[in-house]
């Protein structure tokens, strides 16, 4: 009788210490299921998609540090294309000045008042000429706040009969703004002034 209760208190040990090691073992693997999911999810939502085209491309966020210096750069080349892109047409000389507005503040403005005073517009439209421009170089100072730029760039005013080619440098600041659809990158151009624009060569 003696040895039946101790093969059964055995038994209940054995019992005791299996089920004690199976609550571990599935406490073990529960959390570590979690674990795995929830780092599953927040690299899902990292994933972005993108509709261009019609296609769908996969992009991915990161911080707005990570990429300043970038968008900086895109954000000055933006505002540069819309200001200085033109065609011998009131109404898209019109739009894409009002693209580079949304850029810059009242320096901008400025410019394009002073330009226009001078009919610059007006002769470009009588003459019809187009203008184009291409960024050479931009050189961004992030390490002082708002950051400073330099662009180096070269236009083109094409004529039906001759190319004149100007180079451009320009430089002004940058301060963070909202994001918008008119602003995606969350800068603003100021105190922007142009310090060169002489023409370089005339091609017959």
Known sequence: MFTQLKNIDSAFKHIKTFSIFLILACTLVSGFAIYKSFEMVGSMQEKIYILANGKALEAFSAERKDNITVEAKDHIKMFHHWFFTMDPDDKVIQANISKAMDLADESAKKQYDNLKEKGFYNNLISANISQEISIDSIELDINQYPFVFHCYAT???????????RKLISQGYLRNVSRSDNNPHGFLIQQWEILDNRNELLKP
């Open 155 to 165: 236009q083109k005013l094409i004529r039906s009969t001759s190319t004149v080619t």
